[in-house]
């Protein structure tokens, strides 16, 4: 049984309804004719896909049978129409066909998820895998797009036919392994959506999809979106790279970096990376900063000429975020502490950067006044990109030089996060959540390490103890014929180790 006969297919609204009937004959489905207004009122709610004043073809009848189809087994419209996007011709003529016999052979209580109803011409796992991993690879590159958007600060996120393809694509994507799961479609609105990126994927009662938690899903504990600092991750940046098909210029740190690169050149050769180095340094340490500081912290450093693009890495610290109309430090790190929703148990705030709350409890290091001075504090995403990273990035500097070696941060604008010794030691702290994912960035390219003797990646130590498989894992995934089989793989206390031990010492 096959729709050879009908690929080409033209008519109006009258000769699909006719078109159906003779379908739904031919196949000896057991169900109800709709009637010209149901075909219209299809149409208006998107489930028939052809555009507005175009003849309905080929691809409407599938649709309409396949509606007709779900219907009966109990699906709403809603769902119809974002899975019927989701499939292609093919395969939409493979559904409705096992749905003959489906319908044949199995009496009308049967779950509308059984394997017999739902197999496709792959193994159904598989397949689901695969249709898992675009899913978030698409919401990965549609977050991006979508922060992009904001970004510019005029627009706001909207469910309209402004929204990302990709944030479409994976909505539709997501929308069908809910389906299939047997389970409510989390994936329906964009807000929702877009608050659930914030716990990693594996999160039961934030996405309550199984192939999520597959063991062989490969972002099972990827976050997206930072909780608290509501940025894409660097995860997200990662995941949207994979497929090879979304620009590098969208990935956000390194937009950063052109940013302050370009600003930096302008200096001439000479003190270009000092500069840099001065700039990462001060975003490091002085994310919450007052306006004079920084001017100061400018001049002393010759730097003033890069004033005006410093400037736009920081924001006025938000009233709303005062605490009895103090500013508070995080003694930790350095950055804006925030109003926690439990006053009660945390009445200083906390730190909203992971790196740092997943290692200290929160504690006040200083209280600012607003009203005697200008308070700045960075952007949300250079305290992901920049400031969080330099909590290992300066921990590992600060002991290097503590110990007197002579150590360099983010040598040569960049090359990598700290160097030792000239080009005897680079080392470049990573703390991605997926193991995976920074395996693939590694074998793409090692970047800057290339210029060093001995090349260390060091890991942030909750990584670790969160995945204690982390370090094994990212080493198996390891290229072992390329440059990638000369790094060492090592968390940052290790790092502190060697060097207190003095085993980089020359
Ligand atoms: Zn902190």
Known sequence: MNFDDLRD?????????????????????????????????WRSK?????????????????????????????WTLVSISQVLSSWNNKELEQQILVGVVGVDRVDETESIHSQESFTLFEPRKQNNLALAEDAIILLAQGILRQYDCVLTGTKIVRQDDKLPSELHSAMCKLGRLYLEEGKCDLAACVHDLLSRSRYSLNCEESWNLDILR?????????????????????????????????????????????????????????????AYTALRQLLGRRSLIQEKELVNYLEEKNLTPLQETVLE?????????????????????????????????????CCPIHQCNSKYAPKVGERLDPKQERLLVAKPQILAYWTAPAIDELTIFDRAQSVG???????????????????????????????????????RSIGGLIFYRQRIV?????????CPGYLSTLRSLLDKKSDTASLQIMSVSSVIKNIQEGKYAS
């Not at 052809?50 to 219907?71: C, D, M, N, V």
């Not at 924001?315 to 508070?328: G, K, M, R, S, Y």
């Not at 702290?429 to 997926?434: C, I, V």
Request: proline share 6%.
């Open 405 to 443: 070696l002579d150590t360099e941060l983010y040598p040569e604008s960049d090359r990598c996060d700290v160097s030792i010794n000239d080009l005897a030691v680079g080392i470049d702290a990573k703390s991605y959540r997926s193991p995976v994912l920074l395996a693939s960035k590694l074998n």
């Open 458 to 466: 060091a890991i942030t130590d909750e990584l670790i103890d969160d």
């Open 313 to 349: 890495f920081y924001d006025p610290v938000p009233e709303i975020w005062l605490i009895n109309d103090f500013a508070n430090r995080c003694a930790h790190c350095g950055t804006l502490m925030r109003p926690h929703p439990k006053r009660a148990s945390y009445p200083d705030g």
């Open 9 to 41: 297919w033209k008519g109006t609204a009258e000769n699909l309804l006719h078109e159906l009937q003779c379908q739904i004959n031919r196949l000896n489905l057991s169900v109800e004719s709709p009637t010209v207004r149901t075909i219209r009122a």
């Open 214 to 274: 597959d063991s062989e899903f490969p972002f099972a504990n990827v976050q997206l979106i930072d909780a608290d600092l509501r940025v894409p991750t660097p995860d997200c940046a990662e995941i949207a790279e994979i497929s090879g098909g979304y620009g590098e210029d969208h990935v956000i740190e390194n937009r950063l970096h052109t940013i302050i690169r370009t600003a930096t050149e302008r200096l001439g050769k000479r003190k270009q990376h000092q």
């Open 46 to 74: 998107n489930l028939l896909s052809q555009p507005k004043g175009q003849k309905f073809g080929f691809r409407q009848i599938l649709e309409g049978l396949a509606t007709l189809l779900l219907l009966k087994k109990g």
